[in-house]
């Protein structure tokens, strides 16, 4: 892998100031004769920094609360579920969603010891009550199916197979394949298909779900996550819809058109689900082209003052100039629509750019606030320009870094990589305890109190989107595979390409 490519001293300045800075932070500009050999070496300590974060992180998870859901870096303890319990629970999730992670950063051992476990702890029939299927799906399907992607191991794609195996009956509640909010392990059963699901619950699993018809070459998979899809799509001739739809009808239904929590991950998977099927189904990439249109008509907010603007939520026509951390995983998806051929020309132009504006709109959400650590929220005053944090929570969240990634990949602008490395310094000096890494109370305060949680995504999501900003492109090519809303790598069928055989499970 990557990290073992470039494994050189670097010697680039002669001065005694330069030659005392720490390889990461050093600079290219004097050296333009050498200046790409400079970057590329400054980019991989600055990747190997990350890989050694993902090595510090699993360290303390391992020896402080090893299978457990997630972990207490500060306090040094384990933590039995996620979200509280209204995700999942019970499933070893850090230890499921960190194994893409290890894989892509070349940490073989590590990932056998996440997969020895996964064989000999990971029981479904010993996972029982009410679990999120949107958590179960991204986190621990996709986990599974990316970690057999990722490293061919057969036994993972069986254990991938008995989770969609159970999963599977709840797209048979409503006659339009709409499957609830939760469902109940060790088995699910269908639920009568009563009432509204939210759209981005709804949405999200179509990748993980057709993954598994390409591991076993059965199609009932992906047909069964597709029939909601479509049923929504038939049902709603517009295409950026409310936060909700109807179950027996596949209506919208809410109040709220946006791109943010409770609709997000929607809106990416209609172009990552036309990406992972070999960019052969016109429908998706339609679907997404319409979305993204309507969203640039409906959503746009140019706050005073600055050189970008960012899409925001409309409630009756009002527009909230609100920034959410969890709406800025758009405009990486509008890049990675226009990296992959799905809209070209004029049209491809302009959904760069007003990607490129976004992104630089997220980032206010770390370069606003004292610590640099990213705030949950923040608003623009639409008169002044002002920016305000209105709520300075560190989740740990990975959305910015993440369109930071795409915006990389799509432009080679070494802006974003100074962006990034600027947020990866503040979670260092701020994040980091012995057990690992925790989010924050309040990112606006220095020091900021940690809230003592290592979300389970920030090993599956924000450290592999770190480590992939800092790395060569053939570390995770984009052509050939998708990361699924999880940041979970998923082998993307390919242009003639020959598939990896087929599993008889």
């Not at 933590?79 to 892509?104: F, H």
């Not at 915006?407 to 990866?424: C, E, F, N, S, Y």
């Amino acid at each position: 892998m990557f990290h073992g490519v470039l494994e050189v001293q670097m010697t680039v300045g002669s001065s005694a100031e330069v030659s005392d800075l720490p390889p990461t932070e050093r600079t290219c500009e004097s050296y333009w004769l050498l200046r790409s050999w400079c970057e590329q070496r400054v980019a991989w300590y600055r990747a190997d920094a990350v890989r050694q974060g993902m090595m510090h992180a699993w360290a303390g998870y391992k020896a402080f609360a090893w299978g457990a859901d997630e972990i207490h870096p500060k306090s040094k303890t384990a933590k039995t579920d996620i979200m509280g319990g209204a995700g999942i629970r019970g499933m070893g999730v850090s230890l499921v969603d960190a194994l893409s992670t290890l894989k892509v950063m070349g940490l073989d051992e590590q990932f056998k010891e996440g997969r020895d476990w996964v064989m000999q702890k990971l029981d479904f029939d010993k996972v029982s009550g009410s679990v999120s299927f949107f958590e179960t799906v991204i986190r621990i399907l996709g986990g599974l199916a990316a970690a057999h992607d990722l490293s061919g191991d057969d036994a993972l794609a069986a254990k991938a197979k008995d989770l969609a195996d159970r999963l599977l009956p709840a797209f048979d509640s409503a006659p339009t394949g709409l499957i609830g909010n939760t469902v109940t392990l060790p088995r699910v059963t269908p639920d009568g298909g009563g009432g509204t699901v939210i759209l981005a619950e709804m949405g999200t699993n179509v990748l993980e779900f057709a993954t598994i018809s390409r591991i076993t070459g059965a199609p009932l998979y992906r047909e069964q996550a597709e029939k909601g899809l479509r049923a929504v799509h038939a049902a709603n001739p517009n295409a950026l819809l409310f936060e909700a739809v109807d179950r027996q009808t596949g209506k919208e239904t809410g109040g709220t058109r946006g791109v943010g929590a409770g609709t997000d991950s929607y809106y990416e998977y209609l172009i990552k689900y036309w990406v992972l099927g070999g960019r052969r189904d016109e429908h998706f990439r339609a679907r997404w082209e319409q979305a993204t249109d309507e969203a640039l008509q409906q959503l746009m907010v140019y706050p005073p003052g600055w050189p970008f603007s960012y899409v925001s939520d409309s409630r009756g026509g009002w527009l909230d100039p609100i920034l959410e951390h969890l709406r800025c995983f758009y405009p990486g998806s509008i890049a990675l629509g226009v990296m992959n051929g799905a809209v070209r020309g004029p049209k491809a132009q302009l959904y760069l750019q007003f990607a490129a504006n976004m992104t630089q709109a997220c980032f206010q959400l770390y370069n606003s606030t004292a610590s640099g650590l990213g705030a949950e929220r923040i608003s623009f005053d639409m008169q002044s320009g002002q920016i305000s944090i209105v709520d300075g929570r560190y989740w740990q969240r990975p959305e910015v870094i993440e369109s930071i990634f795409y915006m990389w990949r799509a432009t080679h602008d070494p802006k974003w990589r100074v962006m990034g490395w600027q947020m990866w310094r503040a979670i260092e000096r701020y994040a980091r305890w012995e057990g690992g890494y925790s989010g924050a109370h309040n990112a606006d305060q220095v020091p900021p109190d940690s809230d003592d949680v290592s979300q389970s995504w920030f090993f599956a999501e924000t450290l592999k989107y770190f480590y992939l900003l800092f790395s060569p492109d053939k570390a995770l090519s984009l052509k050939d595979w998708v990361l699924n809303t999880e940041a979970h790598p998923l082998r993307a069928l390919g242009n003639g390409r020959r598939l990896r055989r087929r599993l008889h499970l």
